[in-house]
């Protein structure tokens, strides 16, 4: 399932474009604990988002952004297992570890796509896939964490849910690929600063 950016219903926010872009990570989220119901089963599980910004320029006349959410797992069968090796070229072994805080400043390629939320009525644009960089950018330095921290409290608190982990901006832990036990706190991603991870990135290496 494709996290979505959603847009609000009013104001003159502009929608990401559809199409392939060159992207750079610029923000890993530990968004905690997250409860979610599907198909009548409510499940607990922690999650993070990873947020990517391309060339495309909003309204704002800033660089505009992206993002996709996972279960902070690299269960073989988990979506974050499958799209850091797309991202990567390259699989994530079995037994493996990823330090997450790595992810900041690698570059790759993204495949976006709208639609509207029938419900809401609400726009969003959904990261439909994701493969190695076939050009490397740097980021612009619009993009504001502490910003998109602040929003993400002021939303959940507005909906009845508990604020983001206070440590989200501290050395993640590394993830290791294997048949896990459902996640733990401890195993959610947490967040280096972004000036303080390099942009260098090898995409044959991977991260």
Known sequence: MSLTLTQSAGGDFTPHPEGIFPAVCVDVIDLGPVTSTWEG???TANKLRI???TEEVGNDHKRMTVSKSFTASLHPKAKLTEFLGKWRGKPVA???SIDITKLLGAC?????SQGK???TGKSFVSIDAVSKPTKKIAASGDYNKEEARKRMNEWRAKNGQPPLPTDTVTAAPKVAAKVATPPT???AAKVAAQDEVPMAFD???GF
Request: hydrophobic share 30%; net charge negative; aromatic share 4%.
């Open 185 to 187: 706190k401890s195993a």
């Open 94 to 96: 079995d037994g493996e």
């Open 108 to 112: 790759c390629t993204v495949v976006l």
């Open 117 to 119: 939320n029938e419900t």
């Open 203 to 205: 995409p044959e290496v």
């Open 41 to 43: 089963q409510t499940k």
């Open 51 to 53: 947020v990517f910004e």
